[in-house]
């Protein structure tokens, strides 16, 4: 499933729609490059979600909780060594299962990466239009496949 963005709105959008088909347990993993798009789409799944904060990415928070129709993390691994440290640091942890993880740069975690996953990979940066490929790995994620498109 790919769509094209040719906007910040659009992206955001997207993770909007996403958000309606959110259950417990649920693990986004957003791919590309810096610049590319993934906090924009991790904003607007939020206001989707119906977080009332709105979602940011302060330095050297590698994650943050968001109160929202299920509690949302959000991880930006950017400044993470090795999934050593996430495992160890307690980024990957228990009460993720009850809510909805959002993952930036979710290479860094290695061989930790959740094999039940939503990968929305974001190609593209500065004022190119962004191709959005969206693929579900493992268990559970194709039900957010029916809501790319845009509604007509
Ligand atoms: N189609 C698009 N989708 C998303 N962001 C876009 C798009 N076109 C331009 N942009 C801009 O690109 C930047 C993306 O920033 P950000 O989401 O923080 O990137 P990342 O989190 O991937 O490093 C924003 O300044 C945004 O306005
Ligand atoms: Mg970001």
Redesign the pocket.
Known sequence: MEIV????V???GLGARLAEAAEPGDVLC?W????????????GFGSGLGATETIN?PTFILMAEYPARLPLFHL?LYRLEGPADAVEGGLLDERQAAGVVLV?WPDRLGEALPGNRLDVV?D???????HIRLTAHGKGHERYLGLAAEPA
């Open positions: 963005s040719t906007g910040p659009q992206t955001a957003l590309g490059v810096l610049g590319a798009g993934k906090t924009v789409f991790a904003k990415s930006d930036e974001i593209g940066s500065g004022d190119e239009p962004r």
